[in-house]
């Protein structure tokens, strides 16, 4: 629960240093708290801290505030907050450097689609080099909950019926190139996250 | 003439099959020649840049080594989302000297070219800036017979890099489809979110964007929706039955790919569209466009 009375004690203004310094998020401490991010977001209504909120607990340093808020999960990237921020700050930018940050640290409720997912499409990626849309889906319904491929049903056969729906499983030939690309490929012998 | 490599990327060759379709039958249209990049991965997307952003923007770099390697030097992305990474991908390789570093010697570690400003360019710009209006609009060998439709940019593709059109208030979509003769409405909404992979993750909320893009352009007038990403059409075709149980109303519309209006304008094989696909408005689609047909094979 999100309390409004915070205590100095308990902000890590050097993990906000440390955030300022990640490519994308310098800008973090220009912030004027005008809002015109929570203003143009489309999510912010949905959101229990909008994006302006988060930017003032992350520069304050309250860490574990900022990771657990449901904002991370519910921003959609789509970049009007960076295009409408007069500082030009990549608040976008920063939201992905949460949601790492987060995942990491696994402060986020257990069985939430958004992070699985992310985790998902991560692995198969590694593994294969592509993405295959139904086995993601799958893959992430089961892990959150399964129930929900009931409400997918539907979808899944307007998909069939219009043949958009491919079960093939997509991989590229050069999966080797992709353990060359040191970042890229699987790591041997480390159960992918 | 030096073919445009090609990033198809996922979608297009599920969800977004429409897509890729009408987009070939178009570029073959207008003879310009297009190169399927070999062996392409994952452009790195919104999902994978949640996990692990240093080798989102190396696997990102190995399609633009490819494509250098492929002798390309523009390479066509016609997902917004694969647009917008390839792009950041160069940028941040280029202003930041880590992560360039890091891109590099990942490349050359897996005996690929090091980067050297292959341009990313989205089908629109392509259409807009390298055929041109003046040509497009010559070529047009069938009247636009359908509705009004609403010209929907939706967001990755016009930010942050606002190269392809402007950030704001994009009109390129709109001037296009006006030089094929399709009536378009002004759609304040056109560079709203759409809800991305919301309607997978937190599904009310997703198909609640989808349902005030819908309702914004029925009250504008539109009969139609036209796309430039396989997400957004997706979305927005995908889920008009759920809307309509959920409000009420009676929503149910095309939602295209602007190549499938331009490549039938310009005289593609209808079949090559790729129309057949959608989801909603089937029964507008069959209208607009088959009583068209035996017309139209005059043409072919």
Known sequence: MLRTLKYQREADPEWA?????????????????????????????????TPRRVIALVREGFRRDALSSMTIWLCASCYSCAAN??????????????????????????RLPAPILAQEFYA???????NSEFWLVLRMALRSNPLLLLTMLRNGWDLVR????????????GTSELVALSGAGPRPGRAEA | MKPYGYFPGCSLRGTGAGYEYSLLALFRVLDLPVEEIQDWNCCGATSYMSIDEESAFVLSARNLALAQKAGCKDLLAPCSACYLVLRKTQDYVARYPKIGSHVQESLRAAGLPPLNGVRVRHPLEVLYSDVGLERIRSRV????????V??????????????????????????LLAAIGAPTVDYPLKTLCCGGALTGTMHPIGVRMNYILLKEAVRKGAQAVVTVCPLCQYNLDAHQAEIRRKTGTTIDMPVFFFTQLLGWALGADPESLGLKRAISGRKSIAQWFAKESAEADAYV
Request: proline share 7%; net charge positive.
């Open chain 1, 17 to 49: 240093r440390q955030v300022s310094e990640r490519p994308g998020c310098e800008g973090l401490f220009s912030c004027l708290q005008c809002g015109a991010c929570s203003g143009s977001c489309p999510l912010s209504i949905y959101m229990d801290l």
């Open chain 1, 85 to 110: 921020c007069p500082r030009q700050i990549h608040v976008t930018d920063l939201m992905y450097s949460l949601k790492r940050e987060a995942i990491r640290s696994r402060l986020y409720p257990p």
């Open chain 1, 124 to 130: 198969m990626v590694r593994k294969h080099g592509r």
């Open chain 1, 162 to 173: 219009t043949g958009r729906l491919s079960l093939r499983r997509e991989r590229i030939h």
């Open chain 2, 141 to 148: 060998v069938r009247p636009w017979r359908g509705g009004r």
């Open chain 2, 150 to 175: 609403a010209c929907y940019y939706g967001c990755q593709l016009v930010r942050p890099y606002d190269e392809v059109d402007r950030a704001h208030n994009p009109t390129r979509m709109d001037e």
